[in-house]
């Protein structure tokens, strides 16, 4: 604290022992990447609703006790909130359901994979969510993504047109919306399965263009 001389630091808050030199400060963002507006599920957002009515409940009780420095998750007293409150119950909920052994840090990982799974690849978007500074931190994480969905397809592809399994009997084609014929060695069914997914169709169509 001496050494920065208040450099970037908005605010020193109060020790919870007199004995401790320790002290827990609120800074400004490290880049401007981490100054960010998030857009939030509706049951996220509901979640909070109800954290603040609890906090707006505790505040009316303790009155001049609680400490109130505008924070979104504070201590019941109004302070900041240790990395214990996090650290302590995901390590009991580890134990309690036999999960892998993760740190909490390990979630943004997970959220860029999943947003990427679920917009098609949107790396802009989700860039702007997890608020990495350079894209290539997000683009590592969808690679192993491609690569998990070209292992899928290759599968697809060899039980598809080698092993003529049914994979998905509820699956049927539309083919008032396809007029090309479809050869009596290839499935229907497992023909649309295939073209369902996105880079599969990109895939032949380049294929289909080479061979004209």
Known sequence: MDALDGKDVLLVFPT???????????KTPKTESRVRKIFLPKSVANMLVDWKAEQDEMKEILGDEYMDYNLVMASTFGLPLGDGAIRGPLKKLIEDYNLPPVVFHSFRHSS?????????????????????????????????????????????FEEAFY??????????????????????????????????????????????????
């Open 16 to 26: 919870n022992h007199k004995k401790n030199s320790t002290v827990r400060i609120l």
């Open 112 to 156: 860029v994979t999943y947003k990427l799974k679920l917009n098609g690849g949107d790396i802009k978007a989700v860039q702007g969510n997890s608020g990495h500074a350079q894209v290539n931190m997000v683009t590592d994480v969808y690679s192993h993504i491609l690569d998990d969905d070209r292992r899928k397809n290759a599968e697809l």
């Open 163 to 212: 092993e003529k399994k049914n994979l998905d009997p509820q699956m049927h084609v539309q083919q008032e919306n396809n007029n090309a014929p479809v050869a009596d060695e290839v499935d229907p069914e497992l023909l649309a399965k295939v073209l369902a997914n996105p880079e599969m169709r990109a895939l032949l169509n380049s294929l289909a263009k080479t061979m004209k």
